[in-house]
């Protein structure tokens, strides 16, 4: 059973940066997609972003195209999320999520499509 850590969120002002990471335990890291979703309040939990197990394919969500960029480094088994032009409505615990299959081409964006998760971080933005 692979282990999911995230670490980095904190407390930041609008339009300030934090870059969140997800260090996974485990041979088999490069195999697999990864994914950070966030979850606020009284709200579902959603997708944010995506990346291939090669990293050579990225996938964001609408909220956050050109403002996030997730990277990996699969020889430290981390993905990371790199978060500028914070707003006050990115506030949430963010999540990362291996995906269920290794090898996928095609990532999938729902939380069914990921098998295995870490504990969150809390990321606050003030206005």
């Known amino acids: 059973q692979v282990q999911l850590v995230e670490s980095g969120g904190g407390l930041v002002q609008a339009g300030g940066s934090l870059r969140l990471s997800c260090a996974a335990s485990?041979?088999?890291?490069?195999?697999?997609?990864m994914a950070w979703f966030r979850q606020a309040p009284g709200k579902e939990r959603e997708f944010v972003a995506a990346?291939?197990?090669?990293?050579?394919?990225?996938n964001y969500a609408d909220s956050v195209k050109g403002r996030f960029a997730i990277s990996r480094d699969n020889v430290k088994n981390t993905v990371y999320l790199q978060m500028n032009s914070l707003k006050p409505e990115d506030t949430a615990v963010y999540y990362c999520?291996?995906?269920?299959?290794?090898?996928?081409?095609?990532?999938?964006?729902?939380?069914?499509?990921?098998?295995?998760w870490g504990q969150g971080t809390q990321v606050t933005v003030s206005s």
């Open positions: 999520a291996r995906d269920r299959v290794q090898f996928t081409v095609v990532v999938g964006t729902d939380v069914v499509d990921f098998g295995s």
């Open positions: 990346i291939t197990w090669s990293g050579l394919r990225t």
């Open positions: 485990g041979r088999t890291f490069s195999s697999y997609a």
